[in-house]
């Protein structure tokens, strides 16, 4: 009995950080859901159990969508911004100096912003030029850039309204 509480007890340790950290919407796909099926918060669970934590190589194609599964909001709509940063970085940067530009505008467009909050976004950029293109030592200067005018954008209620 108290072999198989200590083992019900290591399966929580090393299972709940693969359950949380899963893919989103995991319980409704990939081999979980075949074997165990049902609604329930706990069915649900184990679903969620089994995808990630039983079954290591569905874990893995729970999470990039080869099962069923979609891939993250998140990383659909930041990927392709912030590849854009990363290439047109220095472009970027000349623009936002100028406060105008064709590289500017285009990030203001991937950034979802209507025309009025593209007008209003490279004016943020341009007055916040300093803190938004400077050296980063804990990751690269575009990505740097690239998450420092997102919240920015997330904090300005026109721009939260009118981008992303």
Known sequence: MKKT????????IVGLPSVAFGAKGAQTCGIG???LGGKGMVSQVLVQFTNVTLLPTNAVSVTVGTSGCGYSGIVQVDAPRLHYVRINY??????????EGTYISGFAQLMGCSQKAESLL????????????????EQPKSDHFFFSIKEEIQNDPMLASDCI
Request: hydrophobic share 50%; net charge negative; glycine share 2%.
């Open 5 to 12: 509480i200590h083992l019900l007890i290591l399966l929580l």
């Open 33 to 35: 859901p075949k074997v």
């Open 90 to 99: 220095e472009n970027l940067a000349e623009d936002a100096a100028k406060g």
């Open 122 to 137: 490279t004016e943020k950029v341009q007055n916040n030029f300093a803190d938004l293109f400077q050296e980063a030592s």
